[in-house]
């Protein structure tokens, strides 16, 4: 294991957007095929091959978004409502655990993990009754979780400074770093499963493909 983290650049492969209707992105996720962002009051879904729009649901969505392999899973204010992406109806909903500062979501081990923004913490929670199982703490707010190999990594944006880092699951300590250009946010986060994690560009309404390093 790494002791001291390591800083590079982003390596920025392919930007997408905006969409119509999707001029803020708040959460990012991938459903193997399309990627899927939370705009307010809607979801949409991308072609990440061709960059069409291809699906757009009408749903609440202030913060994360997520995918079980399949069901998307969205923050809405101080909930989380679990959706069938063929139709956008809400199926259950189970209590946010930062009760309305929550910021990204991701499903790994059977588990949703869910960003609580300003405390800087990752919560591990129970997608049956929202029941917090761990929490991981983090020293830069939290704006979009996600799992990959094994990888936790997670999104932050203070000011004008954004980055996506890879943090020990066990005590939060950073060990890689990439830094976004200046002025570019990270509002949402997932992995294609492979090497590329989609980061959502907040009000910008687009979405970045940035590669992920290999060891």
Known sequence: ???????????????YGPFPGGEKVNGVTHDGERVW????????????????????LACAGHAGTAFDGRHLWQIAEARIDKIDPDNGKVLATIPAPGKGGDSGLAWAEGSLWVGE??????????????????????????????WVDGQLWH????????????IDPKNGAVLE???????????????????????????????????????
């Not at 294991?1 to 930007?15: D, H, L, Q, W």
């Not at 962002?37 to 757009?56: K, Q």
């Open 37 to 56: 962002f939370s705009a307010g009051e809607r979801l949409i879904a991308f072609d990440p091959n061709s960059g069409a729009a291809t699906r757009s």
């Open 155 to 166: 999104g932050t944006w203070e000011g004008d400074e954004s980055e996506i880092r890879r």
């Open 1 to 15: 294991m790494k002791n001291v983290s390591e800083s590079r650049p982003a390596e920025i492969v392919r930007e």
């Open 177 to 215: 770093q990439l830094q976004m250009p200046a002025g570019t946010g990270v509002s949402g986060l997932e992995s294609d499963g492979a090497d590329l994690l989609y980061a959502g560009g907040g009000s910008s309404g687009k979405v970045r493909a940035v590669r992920r390093p290999r060891a």
């Open 117 to 146: 923004y300003r405390a800087r913490r990752i919560h591990q929670i129970d997608p049956a009754d929202g029941r917090v199982i761990r929490t991981i703490e983090t020293n830069r707010f939290v704006t979009g979780v996600t």
